[in-house]
């Protein structure tokens, strides 16, 4: 409760707020997600999701389920109704501006295998792919490959009804009024160092994301290669609708394009956190030390582990950050500059 959220701060001037949650562990209203948002749909209330959701019915039904249909039996929405949901609370807000958030779960583990999105599977191997004598993956390579798959559908099932909704929005005569701001809370591994999911690092894998701003009205076509944060979406939409008194912290992205000054020298630090989970049965991947710390800027990303272990790659040359620079005496300088911008200046 120190810090107002954006919902609160829109809510407060008279816009109308609605918040619609796929997440349903971990965007919840009990997780404080739901401040500010007037409407939060993340349960349903409904006999169905009751029996869904007892420890019988995860247990038992849930296994015989999964055997007959090959699917996962699961209580969390898809797309199609994160869209419904959020279309027709917007009937009833008439002509007020609208703040809404909707939140979607389709790439998500237990990674499903979508419909409508055959045209995306088999596209690549997963990295450093083990081959058995006989020409065919590994047990756990062929496991990775067939996440990958699964995977690569629910982006593709995402997309594909993103694109149906703003067509909506379009057919409601209200696009080209709207901003829409399209990222993501993480990516994801499937074996690069050893590593699966998410959670676990803070390699680019995870922490570099989608950030799509669509508003033709103040917003060209361009792509910003300089490396940002998520920390400055808030401070860009308080300057996209015109609130002067933002009270949230970061510059808003339209410095790279808008009039003016040279953008590359007002570049902000990209900090990353990462906490263990208590709850997990596998604590794999570098997580395992502790608390893990990340700063992007410029071309380097430096990381730091719980075990005081520190990495330093360079994103231009070496994208994949194979090449851990930190022990190079070249680089002390620059490690130095980046191990003291981990911490955010007091507000």
């Known amino acids: 409760d120190t810090y107002p959220v954006l919902a609160e701060f829109l809510r407060d001037r008279g816009v109308a707020t609605g918040g619609f949650v796929a997440n349903r562990y971990y965007a919840n209203r009990g997780t404080g997600l739901g401040r500010g948002f007037a409407d939060y749909y993340d349960y349903p209330l409904s006999l169905a999701e009751a029996a869904r959701s007892t420890w019988v019915a995860t247990k038992t039904v849930g296994p015989i389920w999964t055997w007959l249909t090959g699917r996962v039996m699961t209580t969390r929405k898809e797309a199609p109704t994160v869209n419904a949901e959020f279309l027709?609370?917007?009937?009833?807000?008439?002509?007020?501006?609208?703040?809404?958030?909707?939140?979607?779960?389709?790439?998500?583990?237990?990674?499903?295998?979508?419909?409508?999105?055959?045209?995306?599977?088999?596209?690549?191997?997963?990295?450093?792919?083990?081959?058995?004598?006989?020409?065919?993956?590994?047990?756990?390579?062929?496991?990775?490959?067939?996440a990958m798959d699964r995977y690569d559908t629910g982006v593709a099932f995402i997309d594909l009804h993103i694109g149906r909704l703003l067509d909506s929005l379009e057919v409601l005569g209200i696009l080209e009024n709207t901003i829409v701001v399209i990222t993501s809370d993480h990516g994801e591994h499937f074996g690069e160092r050893g590593v699966v999911q998410h959670s676990r690092s803070l390699y680019s894998q995870l922490i570099r994301v989608p950030l799509i701003f669509i508003y033709p009205p103040s917003v060209p076509s361009i792509r910003?290669?300089?490396?940002?944060?998520?920390?400055?979406?808030?401070?860009?939409?308080?300057?996209?609708?015109?609130?002067?008194?933002?009270?949230?912290?970061?510059?808003?992205l339209a410095?790279?394009?808008?009039?003016?000054?040279?953008?590359v020298q007002r570049l902000s630090p990209a900090r990353s956190v990462a906490y263990p989970n208590p709850s997990w049965d596998d604590?794999?991947?570098?997580?395992?030390?502790?608390?893990?710390?990340?700063?992007?800027?410029?071309r380097l990303h430096y990381i730091k582990t719980g075990d005081g272990?520190?990495?330093?790659?360079?994103?231009?040359?070496?994208?994949?950050?194979?090449?851990?620079?930190?022990?190079?005496?070249?680089?002390?300088?620059?490690?130095?500059?980046?191990?003291?911008?981990?911490?955010?200046?007091?507000?």
């Open 88 to 146: 027709g609370w917007l009937e009833g807000v008439g002509q007020r501006p609208f703040f809404a958030f909707l939140n979607y779960f389709d790439a998500h583990d237990p990674y499903l295998l979508f419909e409508d999105t055959e045209a995306v599977l088999n596209q690549g191997d997963p990295p450093e792919t083990v081959v058995q004598e006989d020409g065919t993956l590994e047990p756990r390579e062929r496991e990775l490959v067939e």
């Open 255 to 263: 410095r790279f394009w808008g009039p003016g000054g040279d953008h």
């Open 224 to 252: 910003v290669k300089e490396a940002v944060s998520l920390n400055e979406v808030a401070a860009t939409i308080m300057d996209l609708v015109g609130l002067e008194d933002s009270p949230f912290p970061g510059e808003s």
């Open 283 to 298: 604590l794999s991947g570098p997580i395992r030390h502790g608390s893990m710390r990340s700063v992007v800027f410029d």
């Open 309 to 347: 272990t520190e990495e330093l790659f360079d994103l231009f040359d070496d994208p994949r950050e194979l090449h851990d620079l930190s022990s190079v005496p070249e680089w002390a300088e620059d490690m130095a500059r980046l191990r003291s911008m981990l911490e955010p200046p007091p507000r």
